[in-house]
Nanobody, 121 residues
Framework: VQLQASGGGLVQAGGSLRLSCAAS?????WAWFRQAPGKEREFVAF????????LYSDSVKGRFTISKDNAKNTVNLQMNNLKPEDTAVYYC??????????????????WGQGTQVTVSS
């Protein structure tokens, strides 16, 4: 499936942004990852499309919320209380098969194009 991410931008510390990602077909699981300059791509959040399991990295837990709309094949990432260290390119990812619960980017075979999030101090 093809993924299209949107919603990035520039925000002051303490502000909020909402990222969205739309898939061209059905998915089994979604995740968001991010990559800051000079750093590896890291896990942010995960959800399945068939149950209520969600996972978050420790750095975003309590501030970010991942949600899905199975009927529309979309996933959102609500980001609140943003910090300068959240600045990165955010990527949505999807799996179209299996029932795995994972934080590993290697388990996702479909990726969006990335959307820039910049948080100023």
């Amino acid at each position: 499936v093809q993924l299209q991410a949107s919603g990035g931008g520039l925000v002051q510390a303490g502000g909020s942004l909402r990222l969205s990602c739309a898939a061209s077909g059905r998915t089994r699981a979604w995740a968001w990852f991010r990559q800051a300059p000079g750093k590896e791509r890291e896990f942010v959040a995960f959800t399945n499309t068939y149950n209520s399991i969600t996972l978050y990295s420790d750095s975003v837990k309590g501030r970010f919320t991942i949600s899905k709309d199975n009927a529309k094949n979309t996933v959102n990432l609500q980001m609140n209380n943003l910090k300068p260290e959240d600045t990165a390119v955010y990527y949505c990812a999807a799996r179209t098969s299996g029932t795995i619960v994972t934080t590993s980017r290697r388990e996702f075979d479909n990726w969006g194009q990335g959307t820039q999030v910049t948080v100023s101090s």
